[in-house]
């Protein structure tokens, strides 16, 4: 088992309401052929401390899995790198693997992040001339009422045809997001993502059902039978596999509860492959959260898996799909 420590910036700082992020840090992990990604992000995820003593401490990685319950990103690479040796000796492509009869292209949303209501509206546009039919915007950061105008800038900016998804990371007060989902209904939105706190799930069973309502954050850290137990609180459900501790436990949890889109945490290339794939192994219809190459100033590795017109075509080589250089200077664990 092989361990490479990487850090990557993004191309601009992504503003949300639980904060700017700037840079993505993580580790390749490599068993025989096979690669996996642990990317953590704090609020999702374990940090970066703690997922890198756990990855250090491994000596077998066949039995190691059962023991991450409370490190999801950690398991995220271990499991990806099993998945990926094992598809790759059969000779067949991850997506595959997991699934009989799984899509082989899945279409994929643009991101916005929390910006001012000119810049969100000319970004919406530039997304949608670009080929997406569905674009999220960043919210929660800024009060109600200049959220409301800038929602309202995008859907004018765009057009009726256009999906629009809200994400407020859990940035709005009860109080708040009755005002905004109230203000904000006109727009025909997809849904909003996460309006209240992670751990406030009676308050989104008790918002006004005038918005769709997803949740993300609220996920992570729970057990698949805790979160079929909010499957009243919600309309979607935003699967992250590196938060849930892996693809693995993404598609299981994707089969058992209905209306789930797959996202990333603005992962390097395997993470975000490997989100693809789960994505295709679900057969999900809905955009789903994998464009955020992009956002990146550079990667690891090729990207087998590029955005094109909206829309991600999965690989179909062996195992992921893709190869990396492993010579990020790491460390043997």
């Known amino acids: 088992m092989r361990v490479e420590k990487f850090s990557i910036p993004l191309k601009t700082p992504l503003s949300t309401a639980a904060g700017e992020i700037r840079e993505r840090r993580g580790f390749t992990i490599r068993i025989d052929e096979g690669m996996g990604e642990a990317t953590p992000l704090p609020g999702w995820t374990e940090s970066y401390e703690e997922c890198r003593e756990t990855l250090t401490e491994i000596d077998d990685p066949e039995t190691a899995l059962a023991d991450l319950d409370d490190r999801p990103a950690a398991r995220h690479g271990l499991s990806l790198a099993l998945m990926d040796r094992d598809a790759r000796e059969e000779g067949v492509s991850l997506f595959c693997r997991l699934d009989d009869d799984p899509v082989e292209e899945v279409a994929v949303n643009a991101t916005l992040g929390d910006s001012s209501v000119e810049e969100s509206a000319d970004a919406a546009h530039e997304a949608v001339e670009n080929g997406f039919g569905t674009v999220k915007c960043k919210v929660g950061a800024r009060p ?37 989902l109230a203000a904000l209904a006109e727009y025909d939105l997809e849904y909003v993502e996460q309006p209240l706190s992670a751990d406030d799930a009676a308050g989104h069973r008790e918002l006004p059902p005038i918005v769709p309502i997803a949740l993300d954050e609220a996920l992570a850290g729970r057990t698949v039978a805790e979160i079929e137990a909010l499957a009243d609180a919600a309309d979607v459900f935003v699967l992250k596999p590196m938060a849930l501790g892996g693809v693995d436990r993404a598609v299981e949890l994707g089969r058992r509860l209905e209306n789930v889109i ?46 094109r017109h909206g829309t991600v075509a999965v690989p179909r080589g062996p195992g992921l799909g893709t190869d990396g250089p492993w010579d990020g200077g790491g460390f043997d664990a």
Do not use: F, S
């Open 262 to 307: 797959v996202t990333t945490t603005i992962d390097a290339v395997i993470a975000r492959t490997a989100a693809v794939h789960a994505a295709a192994a679900l057969g999900i219809e809905r955009a789903c959260g994998l464009a955020t190459a992009g956002m990146l100033a550079e990667d690891i590795a090729p990207d087998p898996a590029p955005v």
């Open 144 to 180: 109600v009422d200049e959220d409301v105008r800038r929602v309202r800038a995008i859907r004018e900016a765009v057009g009726p045809d256009t999906a629009i998804r809200l994400d407020a990371n859990g940035g709005w007060t009860r109080e708040e997001a009755g005002r905004a």
